[in-house]
């Protein structure tokens, strides 16, 4: 059984063994200083807080983002929940019942040895992610990135949770009530602007069409084939019918409300779990760019308040479907500033690549910038992106080298869109047009 639940995620410990040399990549296994498996080295530099100096842990604000909702900061909880701390205690009885108490209803027929088994398992998996997470490899999960630290805990909450399931009687079913309740109100997203709202309002008659068409479909395949014993085929044709019908008009509706949304996340309006940085996510007239999506209602007068520096040219163009994009961006500390998605296009048309600098061709870290300064050369990199057919340059913030070989030389760059900070943008390479 244990074999059997291990099998689907075995292709990625198998990939990573033959293609890094570790089964955990990027992850690093370090037992007493010493470095078992080698992992990513970005990683194990965020992660540590070795690239972001200065981090002091306060476990107050680290129990503060685990357990306390701030409802009133318009932030959705990604912690552990307000009632995780008493299922904690609560999975301590449970151990104890599990391995030397009578066994529950539902586990008459486990052999006593069996129960302890599972019960030491759990711990174990309890104790080795709590090791890690309090370990110095892992200080940025509790400083930097506490706000978000409870998906790193999720295993062994799990394992809590299992424990405490032990306990049966009616105030077990009440807590139990209790803290699915809560917490499934704390999981409700909070980050939906209006236009996401309007985008599920223009969705609402294909949703009302594909279902109705769906149970009728239903209707008559299972009363014609209900004799038979085939529901499944019915299920299966009438799921395909909606499928079909359905797609078209849900692509036209992303495309027409994709980019308005686009502009409220760029504003902090719209988000998943927390909002983007600002810096880098009011890149979306470049996005819309090389998109070829729809406007929306309100995009157009979004897009007008900022129409000058998003559109240098005037035109409003897009750029040709199917567009070969090299893409930069300079170094923010940790790495979470290059909003590459978007760039792909709505049909994930375009050929999104990274063209390096370094006169020799190698890939140099973006935070060695002394060594990147001293190998890179402006004339080697702009033919390296003719050689391999890029069309288009894209400078994302914070300011790169790049850009500043853009600034130098303006001949062959040609601006075609800017984000409305001023501080990414979109160039057309004319030097081989």
């Known amino acids: 059984m244990a074999l059997a639940a291990c099998l689907p995620a075995a292709p990625g410990y198998f990939r990573a063994w033959i293609e890094r040399g570790s089964p955990l990549y990027p992850f690093e296994l370090r037992v007493a200083g010493v470095v078992v498996l080698s992992g990513n080295q970005e990683r194990a530099m965020i992660h540590s807080a070795t690239i972001v100096r200065g981090l002091k842990f306060d476990p107050v604000k680290l129990l503060d983002a685990l357990f306390v909702p701030h409802p009133e900061r318009l932030e959705e909880h990604l912690g552990l929940g307000p009632l995780a701390a008493p299922f904690a205690v609560l999975c301590a009885v449970g151990w104890r019942r599990l391995t030397r108490g009578r066994a529950p209803p539902q586990n008459a027929r486990l052999p006593a040895r069996a129960r302890r088994t599972t019960a030491v398992a759990l711990v174990l998996v309890i104790a080795v992610v709590l090791t890690g997470f309090l370990s110095e490899s892992e200080r940025a999960v509790r400083t930097l990135f506490a706000l978000s630290a409870g998906r790193f805990l999720a295993l062994p909450y799990a394992s809590f949770l299992a424990l405490a399931s032990r306990l049966r009687g009616r105030w077990m079913r009440g807590a139990w009530a209790a803290v699915l309740g809560t917490h499934l109100a704390l999981g409700l997203p909070l980050g939906w602007s209006r236009e996401d709202l309007a985008a599920m309002l223009a969705l609402m008659p294909a949703l009302a069409g594909a279902l109705a068409l769906m149970l009728m479909l239903f209707c008559v395949l299972h009363a ?210």
């Not at 090299?326 to 978007?342: K, L, M």
């Not at 020799?360 to 080697?380: I, K």
């Open 224 to 433: 014609r084939r209900s004799r038979r014993g085939r529901f499944p085929v019915a299920a299966a044709l009438c799921m395909l019918a909606a499928g079909v019908i359905g797609s078209p008009l849900l692509q036209s509706v992303r495309d027409e409300y994709r980019h308005s949304i686009y502009v409220a996340a760029g504003q902090g309006r719209a988000y998943d779990a927390h909002a983007l940085d600002p810096r880098y996510a009011t890149s979306w007239p470049i996005w819309r760019f090389f998109d070829g999506a729809g406007t929306g209602p309100d995009f157009a007068a979004d897009h007008a308040k900022v129409a000058e520096p998003s559109d240098p040219t005037g035109s409003g163009a897009r750029s040709p479907s199917g567009s070969r994009l090299a893409v930069t961006a300079g170094f923010d500390g940790i790495g979470h500033n290059v909003y590459r998605y978007p760039l792909f296009g709505r049909r994930l048309q375009n050929d999104v690549r990274y063209v390096t600098p370094m006169r020799d061709g190698s890939v140099v870290d973006y935070r060695l910038a002394e060594t990147l300064a001293a190998g890179a050369d402006p004339r080697a990199w702009e033919r390296r992106m003719l050689e391999q057919g890029c069309q288009f340059i894209i400078t994302l913030a914070p300011r790169s080298l790049e850009s500043i070989f853009i600034e130098r030389s303006v001949e062959g760059f040609e601006p075609v869109a800017r984000s409305t900070c001023g501080r990414s943008a979109a160039y057309r390479l004319t030097r081989g047009s």
